[in-house]
Nanobody, 115 residues
Framework: QVQLVESGGGLVQAGGSLRISCAAS????????MGWYRQAPGKQLELVAR???????TYADSVKGRFTISRDNAKNTVYLQMNSLKPDDTAVYFC?????????WGQGTQVTVSS
């Protein structure tokens, strides 16, 4: 099994920055992608950013230029640096790891951006 533990969420003012992290443990293989999704109240889960093992990245249009996803393969950890935060970024952020045709999810971390 795979376990994902997120950390680093919290409350920040609009325009501020926050970095969230996700550490994966368990049966991690060498070919996987990791990413961040978010769900705001009353809205569907949406992709924020993904990163492949080779560090290739994909971003949602709404966060391009403001968020940066990165990973440390030695630590099986993925990070999301969030800059120029907006109230619309308020959501629960979930870490995802995809390998072997299976997706694994963390418990989520709350990010709240005040105006």
């Amino acid at each position: 099994q795979v376990q994902l533990v997120e950390s680093g969420g919290g409350l920040v003012q609009a325009g501020g920055s926050l970095r969230i992290s996700c550490a994966a443990s368990g049966r991690i293989n060498s070919i996987n992608s990791m990413g961040w999704y978010r769900q705001a109240p009353g809205k569907q889960l949406e992709l924020v950013a993904r990163i492949g093992r080779d560090s290739s990245t994909t971003y949602a249009d709404s966060v391009k230029g403001r968020f940066t996803i990165s990973r440390d393969n030695a630590k099986n950890t993925v990070y999301l640096q969030m800059n120029s935060l907006k109230p619309d970024d308020t959501a629960v952020y979930f870490c995802n790891l995809f390998q072997g045709g299976v997706g694994y999810w963390g418990q989520g971390t709350q990010v709240t951006v005040s105006s």
